[in-house]
């Protein structure tokens, strides 16, 4: 899925946005001027050295923490416009809160008074150098994707981080499938002396006001699965996550994925002639997550070798597979696995962690799929070990082709007609 084009501008921004109900009132809102630098997944922010992680959710660089940036001499619009929760203390680990005009780095007089006429899109503010104020567009498509992508989980329970939410009998244990890590953060009212609680609610801020008194944003809370848009009156402190597309930002090193390993996935178990494979429900089938490793005429351990069968398991020809799921297991159709498959980045949903080349680069295995790049056989021999993962279905299009899915380091999975001779992994599917 193709998602609107983040960097084109409308011109009044790309000039920098003037602001202002009248000449007297005109304020000029930064916009980014320059590349952001990611190096090893960090943020440095050069303006007083604090670092943040950041993730990668579909073609843009979000910041995984909440932003901490206080200087108030060096950006004059956060005089008495942020502060932390109730003590500071609690800055390290939620971030700053901000008021609408400190997070645009506006003067507090917009507060109360319309006229930000800005489109909301590549507002600095208060983020870093390079980065910039999501857009409410920029939310609206962070929600529309993790909803395509978190295999049916609400929006909230896959942005929301593993350890800071207090937990709720009415939703589902926050799961961070995409590394967002929303800190339960809470809010600052704006009676200037109460807070809502942390571990129950989170507020962040979008580059675009209502009206005079109220601008746009983005809740969580504890006892609801989706993440929530709404307005909030600018003078509240709510927390602050800066962006940047992929295209904006000058990336060396690795990001950091550790937030994978700490995914529940809820896998059950599957006992096959003495060997146990992992299963999971995904979109509603429950699939085999790991391949078959039944030793059947008419299938190899890749190169011959049999710890290749026991780190991917083996590889069958076509008629052979369809002999290896057990009783009430199937091989999946070509139907079901384009609903697997689904969106257009989904490989790298699918793909394990480990085991592909650094070109293929590792998977995220955000649902538990944990596909393993075992290659295949054919006549002339083995291929595509570590770079491709290849799953034989049930469609067999003539005498001597059948269909095969095909995942490799390509955003796009499909579906790919060979001889039935050849050989490739088995996953089988639960059937109905």
């Known amino acids: 899925m193709k998602l609107k084009n983040y960097f084109l501008l409308a011109a009044s921004v790309a000039i920098g946005g003037l602001v202002g109900c009248s000449p007297a009132d005109e304020h000029v809102l930064k916009s980014v001027e320059r590349p952001a630098e990611i190096k090893d997944g960090k943020l440095i922010d050069s303006r007083d050295g604090n670092e943040y992680s950041v993730t990668l959710i579909d073609g ?24 932390c929760h109730e003590d500071d203390k609690k800055c390290t680990k939620y971030g700053r809160l901000y008021s609408w005009t400190a997070a645009m780095d506006l003067d507090k007089k917009f507060l109360s008074t319309y006229g930000a006429r800005t ?19 920029e939310w609206q498509n962070l929600m529309q994707y993790v909803d395509l992508n978190n295999n049916g989980e609400g929006s909230g329970t896959s942005l929301k981080s593993i350890k800071t939410w207090d937990e709720s009998d009415k939703v589902p244990a926050p799961t961070n499938r995409f590394g967002f890590n929303a800190l339960a ?3 600052r009212n704006n009676d200037g002396e ?59 090193g690795a ?18 002639d003495g060997q146990s494979y992992r299963t999971i429900e995904i979109k509603g089938v429950t699939w085999m997550a790991d391949n078959m490793n039944l030793d059947v005429k008419g299938s190899h351990c890749y190169n011959d070798d049999n710890k290749n069968c026991e780190k991917y398991g083996r590889l069958y020809t076509y008629e052979a ?27 790298v949903h699918l793909r394990s962690t480990t085991g592909w080349s650094d070109k293929a680069s590792k998977g995220l295995n955000s649902w538990g799929f944990d596909a393993k790049a075992a290659g295949g056989r054919e006549s002339s021999g083995y291929f595509d070990l570590k770079t491709s993962a290849y799953f034989w ?6 005498e001597n082709n059948a269909l095969a899915a095909w995942i490799n380091y390509y955003s796009i999975p499909s579906a ?10 088995v996953r089988c599917i639960k059937a109905e």
Not at 208 to 221: F, I, V, W
Not at 255 to 272: A, C, M, Q, R, V
Not at 321 to 347: I, M, Q, R, Y
Not at 393 to 398: G, H, I, Q
Request: charged share 15%.
């Open 60 to 83: 843009l660089y979000w910041m995984a923490e909440n932003l901490r940036y206080a200087d108030s001499t060096s950006m004059k619009n956060l005089k008495g416009n942020s502060w």
């Open 119 to 137: 489109s909301g899109s590549n507002i600095q503010g208060v983020c870093p150098a390079g980065w910039h104020l999501p857009s409410p567009s």
């Open 185 to 187: 953060s809470g809010r």
């Open 194 to 252: 109460t807070f809502l609680s942390t571990g129950q609610i989170a507020f962040f801020w979008a580059a675009k006001e209502k009206d005079a008194g109220t601008a746009y944003g983005l809740q969580l809370r504890n006892d609801v699965e989706l993440l929530q848009e709404g307005n909030f009156y600018k003078d509240h402190g709510l927390s602050v996550r800066c962006v940047v597309s992929s295209y904006n930002a000058r990336v060396t």
């Open 255 to 272: 990001l950091d994925s550790s937030f994978i390993d700490e995914i529940p996935h809820n896998y059950g178990t599957l006992k096959i």
């Open 321 to 347: 597979a369809k002999s290896v799921c057990p009783d009430g297991w199937t091989l999946p159709s070509s139907s079901v696995f384009t609903s697997l498959a689904g969106t257009a980045l989904s490989n």
């Open 393 to 398: 279905l049930s469609n067999a299009t003539e």
């Open 416 to 425: 790919v007609l060979r001889s039935t001779s050849d050989e490739f992994s």
